[in-house]
């Protein structure tokens, strides 16, 4: 239903996001990502959520935004209160004064200059003149923050969009995003590719933090497509994925540390960097079970590796794509400005294809198939590799 929540969200003026009370960086990142998407697109926006944001992810928040943030950005003081809201962008207010007469009260507004019109003027029950609601992470009633129930009353008569990983309750939202094997993250960034907003490096960076602490830096299982194509996504509009794995995964202070698997804890720094830089730059081919992974040499250069440390992205690519049958790494040479190519052949049939196809033009080292000799650029290496694939198949 992305259609249908982008359909609301574009009607509204005044969207308020809503957090649960028990939050992760995925849900936060979401929230934070959306909000800053929805000011710079012109809609007044407001966070709710009442507790600080937790030290782990305060790296990602703006200053102003590390108190417990978010506070509605207007008290009110009772559902019977009319609040008349005027734009003075144009005309400031010189002076206000009201009269009565014959059971009538009629407020007078005087412009300093020129006039206020019919369409400058907005009027509201005491209420927070919210328009649609974003609940994040919540798909029922009974999950919403405690700090929000002053607002409950506002929120049952106003449209609600759920963004959420779980089924809504039947009379929840009005529209739900929602899906099981995703991130909320993604969720997000799919409704925004939907109302066609732009996006920020900030709430990119939100967005990826989100992504990547749900999939744990994109080691539980094989990633999905959308996944990768996503997270590459938020990358090249500017969020710093390097910046938010250190952040993230190496928290000193233990209570809020997120935990990496074993495996990895025992694995250097940049060996993992290079490792999430060839997993955002992979592609899985479900229906052929080959995965395709391609470096560029800026990557062994800004993670401090060389050539030789493919071994490791090439064990990590076969631990978290279990299925696959063949593994294709395209590497560019720290050093030459050629493209090597490695086959990790994960089907003995299929390896004994390849070395009777190839003859000469490979070799066998450590289990693995190295081209000998290299290719000018990733284009033709694929394209060469695709018809060496078409052969053996």
């Not at 012109?42 to 305060?58: A, N």
């Not at 978010?70 to 809201?85: G, V």
């Amino acid at each position: 239903m992305v259609t249908e929540a982008a359909e609301l969200i574009k009607k509204a003026k005044r969207i308020g996001i809503v957090l649960p009370d028990v939050i992760d960086a995925d849900s936060l990142g979401s929230a934070y990502g959306l909000l800053n998407i929805l000011r710079e697109s012109g809609r007044e926006t407001t966070l709710f959520f009442s507790k600080p944001i937790p030290p782990t992810y305060q790296f990602l928040a703006p200053a102003t935004e590390k108190k417990p943030a978010i506070e509605p950005a207007r008290k009110t003081e009772s559902p019977q209160d009319l609040i008349i809201s005027i734009n003075t962008s144009e005309h400031p207010i010189q002076e206000v004064r009201y009269e009565k007469e014959d059971g009538i009260f009629s407020v007078i507004v005087s412009p300093k200059k020129g006039d206020i019109k019919k369409e400058d003027v907005e009027f509201y029950s005491g209420n927070l003149p919210i328009d649609l609601f974003v609940a994040i992470d919540i798909a029922s009633p009974d999950e919403l923050p405690e700090s929000f129930n002053e607002h409950l009353e506002n929120f049952s008569k106003k449209p609600v969009v759920a963004v959420t990983q779980k089924t809504t309750d039947e009379f929840f939202s009005d529209a739900t995003v929602c899906d099981e094997k995703s991130s909320l993250a993604e969720s997000v960034y799919l409704l925004v590719e939907k109302l066609g907003y732009a996006v920020s490096p900030e709430a990119a960076a939100w967005l990826l933090c989100g992504i990547i602490e749900k999939t744990k830096n994109f080691s539980l299982g094989a990633p999905r497509e959308q996944t990768l194509s996503i997270a590459s996504s938020l990358i090249a509009l500017g969020a710093d994925k390097e910046r938010i794995v250190r952040n993230l995964f190496s928290q000193k202070n233990e209570e809020h540390k997120t935990k990496e698997p074993s495996a990895q804890k025992n694995s250097p720094h940049n060996l993992l960097q290079l490792w999430g830089r060839a997993l955002v730059r992979s592609r899985y081919d479900e229906a052929k079970q080959i995965v395709w992974s391609f470096i560029p040499q800026n990557d062994f250069a800004q993670t401090k590796t060389a050539s030789r440390d493919i071994a490791f992205v090439i064990k990590k690519m076969a631990e978290h794509v279990p299925d696959s049958r063949l593994g294709i790494f395209l590497l560019e040479n720290p050093h030459k400005n050629h493209v090597r190519a490695v086959i990790d052949p994960r089907d003995a049939a299929l390896e004994e294809k390849f070395m009777s196809a190839l003859g000469d033009s490979i070799e066998k080292k450590q289990g693995l198939l190295i081209f000998k000799n290299a290719f000018p650029n990733f284009i033709e290496a694929e394209n060469r590799l695709l018809e060496f694939l078409s052969a053996v198949q």
